[in-house]
């Protein structure tokens, strides 16, 4: 991975050793996961009016269920298989969809359908996003009402108190405190660990329950109950994704290593300990984590846990903030602001507009919903909607670009997707009861992501025809007589495609009949990839003249790299024909266009101008590409689409 265009620095993965991105894994990539104890285990018990039972059979049941759950969906199909399907080593549900635009399936319906499912997981996404601090941090605050039960009517303001600090440090970056989070939560999951010892050392029958027997008499004695209390059991994969999505950072070994040596452990002997306690006090299931832990330790088991819930939520903030500039770059949304937070992480961005709308929205759901144990009701089909989208798309990674026989393709889908639609039909039961809000935002975001991919398409096309092709262009100047008058300095004009002429040099030619002594025509392509080599980004066109002033670069980025126009150019320099050239002098022209929505583009009304106010209010692009803004034109034109 480059590189240079990423701030100068190299990833991770290539200067730190295997112990210390085995820890850095434990502070990032398991915070979702790893707090799942505090609220999934009494969800099973609280479902459909406590139709769970905390007897034997259920109590036996359900342990079994959680942990065969999270070895199948987590050990077997992330860790194991989903893993392994890496685009230039990043992995998500983003890098599946980059692996099928690049597969050829055949039939562009198929593939378009494909990606249209893709994009409703990134869509459900957000949705977790959100679900996410809420229930995590809720649930933390929540212990103190077991501690202090006078203090029950500050949980709400509490944690409230706690998401607005955790968004408002948002825009000062993570890079300090981030250091801090692989020790911390290596102190959560052995104290996890160490309560659920505690309880099965004082009842070690409750081991049993790993016997996968006892999730099939349980199905078998109350199927109605079992199949309902699916909808809470996977709350206990929350997360899964994210072992995936943070592949990139710290490759599949530490994470793999992390999870078999330490979290999957802690998590499976905190579930058996929080079963043991209901069996032994059936009054437990009103907090069983938190009453795992002798009285003294109430109040720091509650700081910890509200620590290890701000991690959980920091990763996912980070998550949103970096899905976004991979759908920004890829076309699927307008550019929207970000800073850089690290010199030395390009990994660190903030994006003020997408934090406070997660922010925003977490309130509101914390406030509307009132406690975890309603948050749990709304949580369940965000997750098992976007693990079930990635075991699909991976299954055609598997036949269409791995080549797999076609009875190893069936035999995993037989089972992943049998598991994944189980539970998904399982939450589908709980839409009237809160499920209905993250497929609300899904749909809403999905409205947004198709809106400006068509809208963007229709309007590139129009452009395109105002535009004109390049090489035509370039012949005009060269063999009109006399020529066009020559300026001083050296004009810089950036364009999306690779064919056309950009707009603001058409019209200093036509309008003005001026070109500058050097002009440099440079063409961004954003790659199928997450990131791009120095040496592979650039490429000097050959306009047909060899000493006319006029240069055509493309230049190629990933969809994770920064584009840096500037660097680009210095990047490009030496192979320049007329060059090297002086670009810390160079005017940069950008062609902006102003749509209106009166073409006859095929799409409704109400989406076009959802699309034109998006694009009204996209991020400058002097920001975006790093331009020096005193020496950056923007030229408009009209289109309507």
């Not at 109430?298 to 939520?313: D, E, G």
């Amino acid at each position: 991975m480059s590189s240079s265009l990423s701030s100068g620095r190299v990833s991770p993965k290539a200067t730190a050793g295997a112990a210390a991105l085995t820890l850095g894994a434990l502070g990032v990539v398991f915070g979702d996961i790893g707090t799942s104890p505090l609220y999934a285990f009494q969800t099973v018990f609280q479902a459909d009016h406590h139709a769970v039972k905390p007897n034997d059979t259920d109590v036996f049941g359900v342990i079994s269920l959680v942990f065969w759950s999270i070895t199948m969906i987590v050990s077997v199909k992330f860790v194991t298989f989903i893993m392994r399907a890496d685009n230039d080593g990043e992995g998500g549900i983003m890098a599946l969809i980059a692996l099928i635009q690049g597969a050829s399936l055949g039939n562009r319906f198929v593939k378009a359908g494909l990606i249209g499912a893709g994009l409703f997981g990134v869509a459900l996404f957000y949705g977790d996003g959100m679900i996410t601090p809420a229930i995590s941090v809720m649930s933390a605050v929540e212990g103190v009402e077991v501690a202090a039960p006078s203090l029950s009517d500050y949980v709400l303001p509490m944690t409230i108190g706690v998401l607005v600090v955790l968004f408002a440090a948002q825009r000062f970056g993570t890079h300090i405190i981030g250091r801090a989070f692989g020790p911390v939560m290596v102190i959560w999951f052995l104290v996890i660990a160490a309560g659920g010892i505690g309880q099965i050392a004082a009842d070690p029958e409750i081991l049993k329950a790993l016997n996968p027997a006892y999730g099939v008499d349980f199905f078998s004695a109350h199927l109605r109950i079992a199949f309902i209390s699916l909808g809470a059991i996977v709350l206990t994969v929350t997360g899964a994704e994210a072992l995936y999505a943070d592949m990139g950072h710290f490759g599949r070994p530490p994470i793999r290593r992390a999870w078999f040596l330490l979290v999957f452990p802690a998590l499976t002997l905190n579930y058996l300990g929080q079963g043991s306690l209901v069996l032994q006090d059936p009054s437990s299931i009103s907090s069983p984590f938190f009453l795992l832990f002798p009285d003294w330790s109430h109040i720091p088991m509650v700081i910890l846990a509200t620590i290890a819930t701000v991690i959980a939520s920091q990763a996912v903030i980070s998550g949103a903030f970096s899905v976004t500039k991979q759908a920004i770059q890829l076309g699927y949304l307008p550019r929207l602001l970000i800073r850089q937070t690290s010199k030395s992480e390009i990994g660190q961005i903030y994006m003020p507009a997408v934090n406070w709308a997660l922010f925003v929205a977490v309130v509101i759901l914390v406030v509307g919903f009132g406690s975890s144990a309603a948050l749990a009701s709304a949580y369940g089909i965000a997750v098992v909607g976007t693990l079930t989208i990635d075991a699909i798309l991976f299954l055609v990674v598997v036949r269409k670009l791995w080549q797999k026989p076609l009875w190893m393709t069936i035999s995993f889908g037989v089972v992943f997707l049998t598991i994944d639609f189980t539970f998904l039909a399982a939450n589908l039961t709980k839409v009237e009861h809160g499920g209905w809000f993250p497929l609300s935002i899904g749909l809403i975001i999905l409205t947004i992501i198709l809106t400006w991919d068509r809208g963007y398409r229709a309007t590139a096309a129009k452009r395109a025809e105002l535009e004109g092709s390049l090489t035509d262009l370039v012949n005009e100047i060269n063999r009109k007589d006399p020529g066009p008058i020559r300026v001083r300095g050296t004009a810089v004009y950036l364009n999306a495609r690779t064919n056309t002429a950009p707009l603001a040099f058409r019209s200093a030619l036509e309008r003005d009949g001026i070109v500058h002594d050097h002009v440099v025509v440079l063409s961004l392509v954003t790659a199928r990839q997450p990131y791009v080599e120095d040496k592979d980004r650039i490429v000097i066109d050959d306009l047909g003249y060899d000493y006319d002033g006029i240069s055509h670069i493309t230049a190629t980025v990933g969809f994770m790299d920064v584009p840096d126009v500037p660097y680009l150019l210095e990047l490009a320099n030496p192979q320049v024909p007329d060059g090297p050239l002086d670009f810390s002098k160079a005017y940069y022209y950008l062609s902006n266009v102003l749509i209106r929505p009166y073409g006859d583009t095929r799409l409704h009304r109400l989406l076009k101008h959802l699309y034109i106010t998006m694009a009204r209010n996209a991020s400058s692009p002097v920001d975006h590409f790093r331009l020096p803004a005193e020496r950056t034109v923007i030229e408009s034109s009209g289109i309507s689409i």
